[in-house]
C-alpha cells in the first residue's frame, strides 16, 4: 500500500503562485509515477501535470502549459506543482496519484493509470 498527502493549497489572487507538494510513504519501493489531477465544483476530475520516474518524461494539460512545473525528489519521495500565474478557473481541488504498475516508465495522463490517490488540497483563485 501507498499512502499520499497533499500540502500546500491555499487562497491567493490571481496572477498569484502556489506550490503543492505530494509526499509518499508506505511501499513505494522501485520506480512510479506521478500525475496531478484537479476537479473543480460541478466538474469532472481532469489531468493537470505527470512525471515519469526519472522526471525525463513531463507532461501538461494544455490549460496549464507554460504556467505549472511539475519535479520530484526521489530521495524525498515527494512532487512538487509549482503553479504560477493563477487564474481563477485553475480554482479546485487537486489531487496527487501515483502509478506502481509501469515502475515509473510511463508518466500517465488518465486517471485509470494510477493506483493510489491523496485525498487533496483546495487551491482558491481570487478574481
Known amino acids: 500500500q501507498v499512502q499520499l498527502q497533499e500540502s500546500g493549497g491555499g487562497l491567493v489572487q490571481t496572477g498569484g503562485s502556489l506550490r503543492l507538494s505530494c509526499a509518499a510513504t508506505?511501499?513505494?519501493?522501485?520506480?512510479?509515477?506521478m500525475g496531478w489531477f484537479r476537479q473543480a465544483p460541478g466538474k469532472e476530475r481532469e489531468f493537470v501535470s505527470s512525471?515519469?520516474?526519472?522526471?525525463?518524461?513531463?507532461y501538461y494539460a494544455d490549460s496549464v502549459k507554460g504556467r505549472f512545473t511539475i519535479s520530484r525528489d526521489n530521495t524525498k519521495k515527494t512532487v512538487d506543482l509549482q503553479m504560477n500565474n493563477l487564474k481563477p478557473e485553475d480554482t479546485a481541488v487537486y489531487s496527487c496519484?501515483?502509478?506502481?504498475?509501469?515502475?515509473?516508465?510511463?508518466?500517465?495522463?488518465?486517471?485509470?493509470?494510477?493506483?493510489?490517490w491523496g485525498r487533496g488540497t483546495q487551491v482558491t483563485v481570487s478574481s
Open positions: 496519484a501515483a502509478d506502481l504498475r509501469s515502475r515509473g516508465v510511463v508518466a500517465g495522463t488518465k486517471e485509470v493509470e494510477y493506483e493510489y
Open positions: 508506505g511501499r513505494t519501493s522501485g520506480g512510479y509515477s
Open positions: 512525471i515519469s520516474w526519472t522526471g525525463a518524461d513531463t
